[in-house]
Structures are given as C-alpha cells and as structure tokens.
C-alpha cells in the first residue's frame, strides 16, 4: 500500500543502497544505540527499509498498528518512548490529533516524496524522499552482541493497558527455523538451494538466494534481519541462534506468503 507509488519495483542493490542512505539519515536526526523509533505504517518498499536500516543500526524497530484506538496509540508511543516517528500519508491526521499528548517524539517522518507531502500542523515534520536525496549510501554497519534488542510492539490492550515486547537479534533469527520449515513442501529435497540452507543457516547469502529465487510477498520480520549486517559479525552468535533453533519451537510464521515461480 503505498499512496505516490501503487505499483513500486526496486532491484536488490537499489534497495541495500536505500537502507544504508536511511541508517545515516537516523543518525543525522539525532537517533543513537538502542533508541526506539516508532513506525506507522502500511505494508509498502519504505516500511521495509526501516526494518533493515533501524535494527542493522543497533536501534530498535517500533511498529505501531494505525488501527488502534488513538488513546491506545498515544499510551503506546509514550510508554515505548518513541524518538523518532516514521508514518503513512494517511496516518498524518491521527497524529494531529495526537500531537499534544506525545510526550518524547522529537521528529516525524512521512513516509512519502515532496509532491505527496500533507499540509500539517505538525511541528519538526519531515519528507522521506528528500531526507534520503540528502545522505549518502555509504554506511558501516555496527556491530553488536545478538542479544541486543532490534524489533518491539504491543498487543491491542484487549484487557487492560497495551503491553510491549522487545525482541532481540538473536530471538529473531530463530524465527527463521520456522519460516524454512515452510519452505519444506515447497522445494525439492534434492534441491541444491534447500540443502545449503539447512547446511548452514547462517549465510547471509543463502537468504539472499531464498529472494531471489521465489517471488516474495511478506517475509516475516525474522527473515528480513537476516540482511541486516551486524549480528554476523560474530561468528559465535550464530552458533548460538543455530543451537537454539535445535533445542526450541519456532516462533509462528504464519504471516509468511511465498508464490513460486
């Protein structure tokens, strides 16, 4: 769903570019190591950047689901203590009439290119397309322990007040068990690109070739942390996640859609 472009295509090399132009726009607005920044947002090429570009940064990946009850979204963005707050066209409104009760949000970020910006009443608002035409895509990504948190959200606060989960680079990865597990009926036993998967989870490159050869829908949030540089540093790390997928359940994957070519 992207409102200034319906039918958005990209390559690979475009997108990795676009992500490390975002992670230094991060920085440039002041977002540091474990900062939480807030995503509203539907599913569209951008959202997906800011899943690479906030966690591969070390920060931590807030998605807020625009459909709540705004006192529900209001409590949540404090309560996260948002930064920095990425959001949809149309989601601007509900934000206007948030604006008095945001008590830690310094800069918003519509999500869309200068021809589509929404006249506002926001303060310190910002264009995606212009901030990312300001950086350059030179960026080295950090590197850090795979407990270090990367993703949060919230339930819908069906009893009592909404509550948050962090997630870490580490519990993630181990999402990908499951969503190979699915790829199980889907391909060929004797297919090369399947045995080298399961030979070795831990190869940024294997995943790469899961993207290319099937045409993706969604991928699960674990999937997409696979690309983000920094937990591979450590070789030890990934032989824990390895480990760990053995020994625990995946977490569900059901949201994962594959067409096959």
Known sequence: VTV??????????????????????????????????????????????????????????????????????????????DKILFVDVLVVSLLEALKDHLKHVETIVVLTDKSHMPDSSLTNLHCYEELLDAHSDIYEWPQFDENTACGMCYTSGTSGYPKGVVLSHGGILANCEGALDLLKPLVKKKDPIFRKIRENFANVQIIQKIIQ????????????????PGIWA????????????????????????LTLP
């Open 4 to 81: 200034d472009q319906s039918r958005h295509r990209q390559n690979n090399r475009t997108f990795a570019s676009r992500c490390r132009q975002l992670a230094n726009v991060l920085e440039s607005l002041g977002a540091g190591f474990g900062d939480r920044i807030g995503t509203l947002a539907w599913n569209d090429f951008r959202h997906m950047e800011l899943y690479y570009a906030v966690s591969g940064s070390g920060m931590v990946c807030h998605t807020i689901n625009p459909k709540l009850f705004p006192e529900q979204v209001a409590y949540i963005i404090n309560h996260a203590e």
């Open 234 to 257: 450590r070789s030890s790390g990934a032989r824990t996640w390895a480990s760990r997928c053995r020994q625990t359940s995946p977490l569900p994957v059901s949201y994962t859609h």
């Open 213 to 228: 050869n099937y045409s993706v829908v969604s991928l699960p949030v674990g999937v997409q942390s696979c690309l983000t």
